[in-house]
Structure formats: structure tokens, C-alpha cells
């Protein structure tokens, strides 16, 4: 994939004190004018951002936010698709390149908001450090994100034909130099205090999904029963999951126009294992891919454990 390296018209110096002149942004190619009408968008006081690296169990965590906020309405979120019911920021722009509507998706959504969302801090609105809305951040070992979104990209026709290790050279080369998971969730992770900030991690909520939505509905205000916590407690099951058409991205499947969609298939939650990428990559691309991630994880003397909240 492309990226164009793009300058925000501002930046986040009121949540973070560093020289931001030399934090290195891009945006998928073509940008155009889209981060500008993001940078620009109107926050609503009462948003929910669910912001991650791909593939980090963000669905997941959208689909327990929208229950969350919706009084466990269960019947309801089995009777529409997540992506109207939590909308993707990107993906009109990402199928249509067309900045006047990219936007109206999000724009459209009754309050309280719950979107989702891939950017890094910086190009994120610039109304939302202003605001302070709830913030949701996932963090997912970066390995096992590459190996999911793999198998996405396949599904969309996007990567048809290439092999895993081809793509993970692909990633390791072009894409993680310029996407760099470990900053873009650093940020995030240097804001895990604020009151308006809730990070977790993939391993948390595979440890104790049960914890992970206790903390969540107090950081919400709100109440979950014992009834309906053992309800959320199955219906968010990697096995419930998998089988929900709901979660699993169909609505978004069938926007995607590319000749080579649907030519293998994969279910979109596919395997939602911790160390999966260890069944999968060879032995010398997970070498090659923890060098790269050490020398970010040094370069911003954070260890990996720390951003997975394992100690």
C-alpha cells in the first residue's frame, strides 16, 4: 500500500510536550484534503473513540462499548451491522476518495457516538485533545496484527495471490517504518492516566474479559448487572463472535469492489489467539520482525511488556 507523508495544520502540544515537527505522519495515498477535513471535523462532547493499530481486537471492543452504551440491548446489536452501528472513520474515504462524503457516515450517527478508528494521535481531530471525549485505546503484539491482516486484505482481493511471507516482507520493508505500531500506541499509552483515556490491551482481554468490563463500565458510567454481565461474557466469546454475521464485517466486505474480493475466503475473526504469528511466520521473519520492533520499542524506551499492560 501506498502512504502519502502528510503536516497537520496542528498538533496535540497540549497532551504531549515534544518537538512534533519531527513526528513523521502519513495518511493512505491518495490523501488529497481528507486529513485536513479530519483534522477540521466537530467532535461531540459525548463521543466514544475506539482507536487502535489494525487488526488489534477492535471489534471486539466496539461491539462491548456499543452494548456498554446501549443498556446490553443485545437483540439490537444482532439485528444490524456493527459498521452502521459503530463507524469505521476511514473506510468511506478508503472505498471512495471522495472528501465530501467521506465523513457523513460519522456525521450522521445519532449520540452518543461510538467510532472507530486507526489514525495516530496527531492525525486524529484536533477537536478531540481540545474536547477530551471518552477515548478507548487496544494495543495487540504488532506481529499478530500483521498475521490477521494478512488474511483480511486476502479476503478483500487486495493481497489475492500473494503469499503470507511475501506480505510480511512487504510490512517489515514499507508499511511499518511509515505505520509505526509501537509509537502509535506509545501516545496513547503516555495518556493512560487521564481521566478521559482508557487503555487496555489485547492480552487483557483474552486474561480477564470479565475485569476488562467492569473497568469499562465505570470509565462509561455505566451499570452492568450480573445478569448482563454473564450474557456479555458469552455473547463476546471468540466462539459466539465468530458466528455473529453482525461482527464479522459483512456489510463492509460488500463494499469493497475489487475484481479479485471473495477468490479465498477467510472468517474475519479468524483465530484471536495470543502468539498466533508464532504458528505461522517463518522463524526468520519473526527475527527480522522483532529486531524492528525492538529498535522502536528502545527508540522510545518502552518495553513491549509495558504497552501490553503485562507488569
Sequence with gaps: MEYDEVTPKSYPVNLIKKDWTQRKLYFRS?????????????????????????????????????????????EAALSKDLELRSPYLEFDYLMHHDVERALKPVQDLASPRIIKAHHSLGLLPAQLWQKKPKVIYVFRDPKDTWISSYYHFVNFGFQYGKSLEQYIDEVLEEEAPKRDPILHAVEFYQLRNEPWVYYTSFNQMKKDLRK????????????????????????????????????????????????????????????????????????????????????????????????????
Design 212 to 311: 476488562v468490563i467492569d473497568d469499562l463500565s465505570k470509565f462509561l458510567n455505566k451499570t452492568v448487572t450480573e445478569q448482563q454481565m454473564e450474557r456479555l461474557l458469552k455473547h463476546l466469546s471468540f466462539e459466539e463472535m465468530k458466528k455473529n454475521p453482525t461482527t464479522n464485517h459483512r456489510w463492509e466486505y460488500a463494499q469493497v469492489q475489487h475484481p479479485n474480493r471473495g477468490k479465498e475466503v477467510h472468517n474475519f475473526i479468524r483465530c484471536g489467539k495470543i502468539g498466533g504469528h508464532k504458528e505461522e511466520m517463518k522463524p526468520e521473519q519473526i527475527e527480522k520482525a522483532d529486531r524492528l520492533i525492538t529498535e522502536r520499542l528502545q527508540a522510545n524506551e518502552i518495553t513491549l511488556e509495558q504497552l501490553l499492560l503485562l507488569n
Design 30 to 74: 491518495p490523501a488529497k484534503s481528507m486529513p485536513e477535513a479530519i483534522h477540521d471535523m466537530e467532535v461531540l462532547d459525548d463521543d466514544i473513540w475506539v482507536i487502535t493499530n489494525p487488526k488489534s481486537g477492535t471489534t471486539w471492543m466496539q461491539e462491548l462499548v456499543w452494548l456498554l452504551m446501549n443498556d446490553c440491548n443485545f
